[in-house]
């Protein structure tokens, strides 16, 4: 037989429900903590991600050749493509 059908007031002895509140704060604590955590990567993958996606391309610029990153070309550039390099 079950101990709580033998003694139902085993549930409403006082202090009984500080277990259960423990338990939930430490989900919480456990779900916070990930959250944060996940958060950190994520950040760190898209600063990543952007300096992965920041490529040095040659340009031509007034007739002079510079060589500057994907996220400074305007409209009016000449990109110089050569073998082997990535089109912006």
Known sequence: VPAN??????YTKPGSYIEGIVIV???LIVAFVTAGNDYSKERQFRSLNDVKNDIRVKVVRGGDEHQVATYVIVDG???M?????KIP
């Open 5 to 10: 059908l033998t003694n139902p007031n085993e």
């Open 77 to 79: 550039v000449i990109v």
């Open 25 to 27: 704060i430490a989900v």
């Open 81 to 85: 493509l050569e073998s082997g390099a």
